[in-house]
């Protein structure tokens, strides 16, 4: 609109010029050299235009005629730099499509038109690297450590090329530089750290961690769960030490941290050990708030060393309250009552459980019950049979594995806080324990002593979800006899071992007692005497577990069972024999 309004603007003013010298014709008079020339004005004016035209042709002309040298090289200059950057675009394109042949040809044109370039060093690297010219890649990235602009992409180019070839001292080494040149900078924070943790350098990774808060490389909620998790990997390693810093390590850790659960566990048991019982009670029922595990219920339970069972019992059913309806508080009230013999009380805590189909565990723990109150070999035989087709309990779970404890790194990936609790799916069902429960069935069809010790053992053997799965009792110093021996004294009432407390998953229980000393050695056997159990069932205990020490007997034990059950001693969850009724 606005040209418009002009162009009718410029058109009107020609137009009123052109009426004026058409009523004003005048004349133009010229004497030069003797010469006298006239005109009229108007011819005088275009003639006037038409010079001034010529004059403007002719600089124009020789101007370019000039410069033309010039031009035409810098317009084959701007021709081949845009051919080059053409190919730089074409080339990126190409790696990020992994064509490896066309991302070459991109490279070699763009080293031809654009050479020096830092993206055409960096596609030449890549390139070489799809074509899996490892040599070609290094020299490239070793050449832009010489430029300024370019050494940190060199740093990083050659970090990765050096841990793919498994040079993981040289990659260190580039991770070391590029932090030294650029703190700030996240990748190499990041590298550095995964390097520590993957060595269980944990004091260096709490370094790491601090410098990379400190640059803002990590926001606080991940600094501060990265320093959790490394901090109970030192408390863990502290308490298999025994060197006392265990308790403030998992103290702070979980103060980063309430919803770590181990880091909660070895706090409580920490304070409890140093005598902070309501300190260790606070601090596992903070956890168990958030994140209800079976590892905080058992070292709630033992928090108090010298309790009968029946005080544990009172005190597992206190942070049950905590959490109303819950499985996991359910569980727990309920391995608590069968350790202090309570079937009532365990039976009514399962209760809700039993209305849905039950997992493995409740499974499990409603065949002890069985057992142990009634030594009903056909309900024992029933709830083994349902723990076949019962689905998996929680486990902790880390790149498809499942293991029966927790830990700061993946077992498959050694990827940090890798960890979660959660069922795993049945694909992953290992097939020893669906073997052993049918081992069981067997025996009891068969009149036989079923040895659940056994089912436990291969249970923790293979890894399965059951994080509560007991393990085979220590040995006597008179243990390991030979298999028929051993067949005869499993058999015996009067030579089994007596009654023991139950033992926290990942802790072992040590009772003051004279008369029962330790053995890292295990011995088991069939009923029948025919085998021993395979080698790794048998095998010792490969490292040092956190203890928790508890009187041989506390002062309100109920004591030794009465003459009727004289056959059957009184044993803790994780070592229960299931035994069949007698017929007559």
Known sequence: MIRLFFFLLLLTAAAVGLAWFADNPGSITINWLGREIETSVFQGALILAFALTAVILVIAAAVAIVTSPRRIARAVQMRRRRKGFKALQDGIFAVGAGDAQWAARCAGVANKFVPNKPLTRLLRAQAAQLTGDKAAAQRIFTSMLDDADTKLLGLR?????????????????????????????????????????QARNWQGALATIGLARAHRVLDRKTADRRRAVALTALAMESEERGDGK?????????????????????????????????????????????????????????????????????????????????????????????????????????????????????????????????????????WLARALRAPKDPAWIADGVVCSEWAPLSPATNTFDAFVWDTPSERIRPGGLEERLLGELEKLDAGEEPLIDALDMAIEAEATSEPEAPQVSPARPEASPAPAQAAETSRDPAARPSSEPLRPAGTDIVVLSPAKPQSTSVAVSTPDGSRPLPAEETRPRAKARPQIFVADRAPDDPGPLAANDADEPETPLSRFRLQSKDPS
């Not at 050096?162 to 650029?182: S, W």
């Not at 033992?302 to 597992?316: E, F, H, I, K, N």
């Open 157 to 197: 180019g050659l970090h990765l090329e050096a841990k793919r070839e498994g040079q993981m001292e040289a990659a260190l080494l580039y991770v070391e530089q590029a932090l030294a040149l650029n703190p700030a900078l996240p990748w190499p924070s990041a590298a550095l750290f995964d390097f520590q943790a």
């Open 246 to 382: 265990a308790l403030d390590l998992a103290v702070e850790a979980h103060q980063l941290a309430p919803d770590l659960v181990p880091a909660a566990a070895i706090a409580g048991r920490a304070l409890a050990a140093a005598g902070y019982t309501s300190k260790a009670a606070r601090v596992l029922t903070e956890t168990w708030r958030v994140f209800p595990h079976p590892d905080l219920a058992t070292a709630y339970a033992y928090a108090r060393p010298g309790d009968s069972p029946r005080d544990r019992l009172m005190r597992v059913k206190t942070l049950a309250n905590e959490t109303p309806g819950h499985p996991e508080a359910a569980v727990a009230i309920a391995s608590a009552a069968v350790e202090a013999r309570a079937w009532d009380e365990a039976r009514e805590a399962l209760h809700f459980l039993l209305l849905d189909n039950p997992s493995v565990r409740v499974c499990m723990l409603m065949a002890r019950i069985e057992s142990g109150e009634k030594r009903d070999a056909g309900r024992v035989r029933e």
